[in-house]
């Protein structure tokens, strides 16, 4: 543990709460054995998140932030770094929460929890692919969450990326958006890899309408 804060170097208010380091030592073999981990806790940043919010849940953060590190160390010695796109996603949904540019399939590098399910901290997202003719025929949109199947109003627009908020599902902690994603051809996929084209991206909010086994 240290008393020290880590403010972040580019977004004000932001603190960087742990930090694993983790080194390999020499060996005439490659095993756990080689590889050492410290994780440290930075106290202060802790302390000037309290400050600034009277809710902050110091024994939640203080257990994601432990697990969250342990996780990268168990990670390390596996050879695998599936958490540095979970770190990466985390750091565009800040940027998108604050209104800045932001990488609109940045919940592809969370947590898949199914397929085509994502978790990025406490957020899930539904991801489905469609394309623009089958979106403009459908007369609403069907989900499953959690064992459960719902159908939400069609939005009016497609766009390349839309994400939809959905109200009227519980989920715990936070929230659960399906996304909606525009099938490109080969051609258009070249153009926004090379940065030829400007990706489209929509937002909107909707309640959701449970449906019963017999749809």
Do not use: N
């Not at 902050?56 to 990670?75: A, G, K, P, Q």
């Not at 399906?178 to 909707?206: C, H, I, M």
């Amino acid at each position: 543990m240290s008393r020290e804060s880590v403010p972040d170097p580019e977004f004000p208010g932001v603190y960087t709460l742990g930090q694993c380091a983790t080194e390999e030592y020499v060996s005439d073999w490659g095993s756990p054995e080689t590889t050492r981990s410290v994780v440290a806790l930075y106290w202060g940043s802790f302390r000037e998140l309290a400050r600034a919010d009277p809710g902050f849940d110091w024994e939640r953060e203080m257990w994601d932030t432990l697990t969250h590190e342990l996780r990268h160390h168990l990670e390390s010695l596996a050879g695998e770094d599936d958490l540095e796109g979970v770190d990466y996603a985390s750091a565009e949904t800040f940027k998108r929460d604050q209104g800045l540019e932001f990488d609109p399939w940045y919940f592809q590098h969370g947590d898949e929890v199914e397929p085509g399910v994502f978790r990025v901290e406490d957020s899930f997202y539904v991801e489905q692919a469609w394309r623009s003719s089958d979106f403009d025929a459908a007369q609403g949109i069907e989900f499953t969450w959690d064992g459960a199947s719902y159908r939400i109003h069609r939005p009016e627009a497609l766009g390349d990326v839309h994400f939809v908020w959905v109200r009227g599902v519980v989920v715990e902690p936070r929230s659960l958006e399906v996304v909606l994603v525009r099938r490109r051809s080969w051609w258009e996929d070249v153009k926004r890899l090379s940065g030829a084209s400007r990706t489209v991206v929509l937002e909107s909010e909707v309640d959701a309408e449970p449906l019963d086994s017999t749809g």
